[in-house]
T-cell receptor, first 115, second 114 residues
Framework: EAGVAQSPRYKIIEKRQSVAFWCNPISGHATLYWYQQILGQGPKLLIQFQNNGVVDDSQLPKDRFSAERLKGVDSTLKIQPAKLEDSAVYLC?????????????FGEGSRLTVL | AQSVTQPDIHITVSEGASLELRCNYSYGATPYLFWYVQSPGQGLQLLLKYFSGDTLVQGIKGFEAEFKRSQSSFNLRKPSVHWSDAAEYFCAVGARYTGNQFYFGTGTSLTVIP
């Protein structure tokens, strides 16, 4: 079974530039999450999708971050314009369950460095 | 508010020695508890989880964890550590009554000395 795929694995940009990350969840997983993991910290939820609808985006900095999950499968996370503090690993995870009983399956992450 | 505390930022153990990683949580109801492991360059992988019942749960790779309600703890243990266990370990709480979110601790980095 294929795992969660993310790309690109690494990205270096200048501040105020834009960047987009892509995620393809495990087939059949209706729930998709984007987490931000800053060095030395645990993953922090940015946004949760159930199929193509947003369940929770309360911690997404909407002035610069956006995410979509068209057709309820792939998802993209965009940052525009990027700030220095956005340097982090962006993790995508998927789950069969929409609640907190299900196992999260994580991709390898996309490491962003903002200079 | 929900929170997870992992007091140990970094732990070093010798191969073959026992291991205990600490996790304390703050949550207003019976929590769903998880331990995930993140090997270098890889995504997080579920080691084990606790929802209810027996407070000692077994996971993959020889790990176990014990839920202690009185201490609000969910410590991870392994009787004999292997070099391949070197990784970052994250404790997480599933907050089913407050937004159905997962809250992760800051992680404990494990180094294994040959």
């Amino acid at each position: 079974e294929a795992g969660v795929a993310q790309s690109p694995r690494y990205k270096i940009i200048e501040k105020r530039q834009s960047v987009a990350f892509w995620c393809n969840p495990i087939s059949g997983h209706a729930t998709l999450y984007w987490y931000q993991q800053i060095l030395g910290q645990g993953p922090k939820l940015l946004i949760q999708f159930q199929n193509n609808g947003v369940v929770d985006d309360s911690q997404l900095p909407k002035d610069r971050f956006s995410a979509e999950r068209l057709k309820g499968v792939d998802s993209t996370l965009k940052i525009q314009p990027a700030k220095l503090e956005d340097s982090a690993v962006y993790l995508c995870a998927s789950s069969l369950s929409s609640g907190v009983t299900g196992e999260l399956f994580f991709g390898e992450g996309s490491r962003l460095t903002v200079l | 508010a929900q929170s997870v505390t992992q007091p140990d930022i970094h732990i070093t153990v010798s191969e073959g020695a026992s291991l205990e990683l600490r996790c304390n949580y703050s949550y207003g109801a019976t929590p769903y508890l998880f331990w995930y492991v993140q090997s270098p360059g890889q995504g997080l992988q579920l080691l084990l989880k606790y929802f209810s019942g027996d407070t000692l749960v077994q996971g993959i790779k020889g790990f176990e964890a014990e839920f202690k309600r009185s201490q609000s703890s969910f410590n991870l243990r392994k009787p004999s550590v292997h070099w391949s266990d070197a990784a970052e370990y994250f404790c997480a709480v599933g907050a089913r009554y407050t937004g159905n979110q997962f809250y992760f601790g800051t992680g404990t980095s494990l180094t294994v000395i040959p």
